[in-house]
């Protein structure tokens, strides 16, 4: 197989470019609530229009990529996302920012189902666990750099900045509103992406047989498994969970102590992604000394205590804690992901469309916050995720992989047996 470069240079861009987009909604939110006046749950429908998406488009994403070449397909999700960020950009209203996010979500599930084949085969089978890794590394990058962007922005358009980035967003964007600047910005990248997939030549991808989804038979007797149905709310729970910290924490800090969601807020924001980045290595290296269901256990455990710290505690205990929950959620959806699919003897591509389809739980459970926000107060709408996080930590206890996690103990017991 021919290794192309240049296009797992592409793909790690792409890679790059969903999360920019996707995680920055977060520290936008402060902002979003006070120039619209929008309370807790109608705040809570941001996270909702977007992630909603992938319920909505991960399977029928898988169905395109079949019938029409991986380029057709990317070209179609940038000009989907393009469509929404430009949209926003022209008309910032609530209203509007509702459709423009799910346009932007639609186009970022499609991404999400393409890429991984692509990558695959662009890089070659054997490397394929590596680039995956590297991918993973690149995305906690985009979403720590995100919200220092939008820091970036609202200190400085309409101040007299003369750099030539400021001057041309100066003029396109509200003075009441500097954090619309973000969607021009993103306007302008998603645009560059079609422009560069339009030009470069693609590998011709075959989807391996658990690549592909097959409605009929195989999604019939998935759902007839309870397994199958336990691990979607594990993954649902998961995407709710890590939307729920990054959607409300920065609001959060705002209510309860006074801290500046521009500043502070998007610092701890950063923090949170970038905490997941290093929870990941550490979460590798755990993986191959024990069993991943105790990974799991410990990992989930972990959260608990530090989403306690941050709701509970004070000031300076809220600003370390919330970035600790990134931290310990870091390994859980590859956990959970990986006990999933070793837990069906087949049909894992059909599988897997399912298990993606989880991620609309990143709608919900912010909603749910928000909601409960707006009766109780968001200190109180925060601790649902124990539900969620209680949730994740009960697959550590009952799911039962017919394949489990490699481990350096196993290795050395199965060469033991040997001699």
């Not at 909505?56 to 057709?72: D, N, T």
């Not at 991984?116 to 750099?145: D, K, M, T, W």
Request: proline fraction near 4%; aromatic fraction near 14%; include cysteine.
């Amino acid at each position: 197989m021919n290794k192309s470069y240049p296009m797992v240079i592409l793909v790690l861009v792409i890679f790059f470019v969903i999360s920019f987009l996707t995680n920055i909604l977060g520290p936008l939110i402060p902002d979003i609530i006070q120039n619209f006046s929008l309370s807790l749950a109608l705040a809570g429908f941001l996270p909702f229009s977007f992630f909603v998406a992938y319920g909505v488009m991960s399977i029928p994403a898988g169905l395109l990529i079949e019938k029409y070449s991986e380029k057709m397909v990317l070209i179609l999700a940038f000009s989907i996302a393009f469509s929404g960020a430009l949209l926003f950009g022209l008309f910032p209203q609530f209203g509007v920012a509702l459709l423009s996010l799910f346009l932007i979500g639609i186009g970022m599930a499609m991404l999400q189902v393409v890429i991984n084949p692509l990558l695959r085969v662009s890089g070659g089978e054997s490397n394929f666990a590596f680039y995956s890794a590297l991918a993973q590394l690149i995305f906690g990058l985009a979403s720590f750099l995100s919200p220092q962007l939008y820091t970036y922005l609202v200190h400085h358009i309409h101040t007299g900045d003369t750099s030539f980035l400021i001057g041309i967003l100066d003029k396109v964007v509200p003075e009441n509103l500097k954090w619309v600047s973000l969607y021009w910005v993103f306007t302008i990248i998603v645009l560059v992406m079609i422009l560069s997939i339009w030009l470069i030549r693609f590998p011709k991808v075959e989807l391996l047989e658990d690549e592909k989804i097959r409605i009929g038979s195989a999604f019939r007797e998935l759902l007839g498994n309870r397994y199958v149905i336990l691990f979607f709310i594990g993954l649902f729970c998961y995407v709710g969970t890590e939307q729920g910290v990054a959607n409300w924490t920065s609001k959060f800090l705002q209510t309860y102590h006074g801290v500046d969601p521009t500043t502070a807020g998007a610092k701890v924001i950063s923090h949170f992604w970038g905490l997941m980045t290093v929870g990941c290595f550490l979460g590798l290296f755990l993986l191959k000394v024990m069993d991943s269901k105790m990974v799991l256990l410990i990992f989930t455990s972990g959260a608990m205590i530090a989403l306690t710290i941050a709701l509970f505690g004070n000031l300076q205990m809220a600003l370390i804690a919330f970035p600790a929950v990134g931290f310990f959620a870091s390994i859980m959806y590859p956990v959970i992901f990986s006990l999933a699919l070793n837990s069906v003897p087949r049909h894992h591509g059909t599988f897997s469309g399912i298990l993606c389809t989880g991620i609309a739980g990143g709608a919900v459970v912010p909603l749910l916050i928000g909601q409960l926000g707006d009766i109780f107060g968001l200190r109180f709408g925060m601790t649902f995720m124990y539900i969620t996080i209680g949730y994740m930590f009960s697959i550590g206890i009952w799911a039962k992989p017919i394949i489990s996690n490699a481990t350096i103990t196993d290795r050395i017991k199965a060469l033991f047996k040997k001699n």
